[in-house]
């Protein structure tokens, strides 16, 4: 069963017009929540690390925020250049397993 | 400079041939990971280590095999046993512990059959 999803899958934004992305998680013993960006044919950018429920952290126009089930990325007022493939991924256990849900595609237009 | 090299960037097989992706990291990380990617896709995990002599199996294992027998070292052979192995594959490290941990990804290696 997945670990971790993502949704939308594909989101279609005017320029200026903000939106959130979810991450949803279902593991045990969390480490941590990762977001990252990912243009095509390249490998994935870092954006956020967030430890614990209730934790904030922005960049630019975006802003990660973490509960005990989930991940919210918001997106505001976007430009162009953010459209890209953002990547949820969580580190859990003992054996610290890092899982990645699937990507949520954005694609901003001017 | 402190990275992490995968080498072959593009590579070739053949139908029946084992291939070999080498992954080195000189960060000093204790845990490495390998990911395919098909495309639109996300990061799919095929193993995972955290010690020298010691790996784990992830979500989709089966037709590949990997070894750890120096702490920088990682390769992954996509068998002959693996059905369709086209794809982007990425390695990855990372310290172990709780504070500042950030993934550190190779530039991948594209795999193709032919």
């Known amino acids: 069963e997945d670990q971790v999803t993502q949704s939308p899958e594909a989101l279609r934004l005017q320029e200026g017009e903000s939106s959130s992305l979810n991450c949803s998680y279902t593991?045990?013993?969390?480490?941590?929540l990762f977001w990252y960006r990912q243009d095509p044919g390249k490998g994935p950018e870092f954006l956020f690390t967030?430890?614990?429920a209730g934790e904030e952290k922005e960049k630019e126009r975006l802003k990660a925020t973490l509960t005990k089930k989930e991940s919210f990325l918001h997106i505001t007022a976007p430009k162009p250049e953010d459209s890209a493939t953002y990547l949820c991924a969580v580190l859990e256990g003992y054996d610290y397993k890092l899982s990645f849900g699937a990507g949520t595609t954005v694609t901003v237009r001017a | 400079d402190g990275g992490i090299t995968q080498s072959p960037k593009y590579l070739f097989r053949k139908e029946g041939q084992n291939v070999t992706l080498s992954c080195e990291q000189n960060?000093?990380?204790?845990?490495m990971y390998w990911y395919r990617q098909d495309p639109g896709q996300g990061l799919r995990l095929i193993y995972y280590s955290q010690i020298v002599n010691d790996f784990q199996k992830g979500d989709i294992a089966e037709g590949y095999s990997v070894s750890r027998e120096k702490k920088e070292s990682f390769p992954l052979t996509v068998t002959s046993a693996q059905k369709n192995p086209t794809a982007f594959y990425l390695c990855a490290s990372m310290p172990r512990g709780n504070s500042g941990n950030t993934i550190y990804f190779g530039e991948g290696s594209w795999l193709t059959v032919v």
């Open positions: 593991v045990s013993g969390l480490r941590g």
């Open positions: 967030l430890y614990s």
């Open positions: 960060l000093n990380h204790d845990a």
